[in-house]
C-alpha cells in the first residue's frame, strides 16, 4: 500500500507537468506509460525485478549511449 501511495504522488506530480509544452510530456499517454512502468498488479519483489531488468536491458545499449552524449554535447549533462 505504501508503495501504492508513493506512485500516486509521483503520478500527480507528472500531471501537473503535461501542459508545460515540454516535449517529453504528451498527454495522457505519458501518465498511462508511468504508471505501467510502476507495475501495481505485481508484489514488490516482482515490481523490483522488472525494473532491474528495465536497466540491464539500456545499460549500454547503443540507443542509451548515444542519447548520454547528445545530452552531454547540446546541454553539458555527463552521462
Known sequence: MIRAN???QIVQIVALMIDSGL???KGEATLSKLRSRFQLDRS???AAQFMADRIADSYENK???MYGQFQKAT???PY
Open 6 to 8: 508513493k506512485i500516486v
Open 23 to 25: 516535449p517529453c510530456f
Open 44 to 46: 514488490d519483489s516482482e
Open 63 to 65: 540507443r542509451t549511449v
Open 75 to 77: 546541454n553539458g549533462i
